[in-house]
């Protein structure tokens, strides 16, 4: 499985962006796919997940803010970013499990897409 994101760059703070994430492989549908996060000098962290079935785990961070979503014919995944803020500020990863759940932990993925850097200007 190959894993592609794209959709970062500088959105002032309070505006929007959307990720996408492309992903290869005929078993995309049965993956659970997320989103972390790595800001400089930060560790990675997670952000949100969707199982296979739609079923969804946010951070309290971006609870309310951020809206994942998936598309199966299309093998992508989506993070709609609203209401940003400059501590999103960081290198958006999106990953894959082959075990369907609602994974929070770096260790619980086994594929993930190089990152894509979004920037929120005060």
């Known amino acids: 499985v190959q894993l592609q994101a794209s959709g970062g760059g500088l959105a002032q703070a309070g505006g929007s962006l959307r990720l996408s994430c492309a992903a290869s492989?005929?078993?995309?549908?049965?993956?659970?796919m997320s989103w972390f996060r790595q800001a400089p000098g930060k560790e990675r962290e997670f952000v949100v997940v969707?199982?296979?079935?739609?079923?969804?785990n946010y951070a309290d961070s971006v609870k309310g803010r951020f809206t994942i979503s998936r598309d199966g014919p299309k093998n992508t995944v989506y993070l709609q970013m609203n209401s940003l803020k400059p501590e999103d500020t960081a290198v958006y990863y999106c990953a894959a499990s082959t075990r369907n759940g609602l994974w929070t932990g770096n260790k619980d993925y086994d594929y993930w897409g190089q990152g894509t850097l979004v920037t929120v200007s005060s």
């Open positions: 492989g005929r078993t995309f549908r049965s993956y659970a």
């Open positions: 969707i199982s296979s079935g739609g079923r969804t």
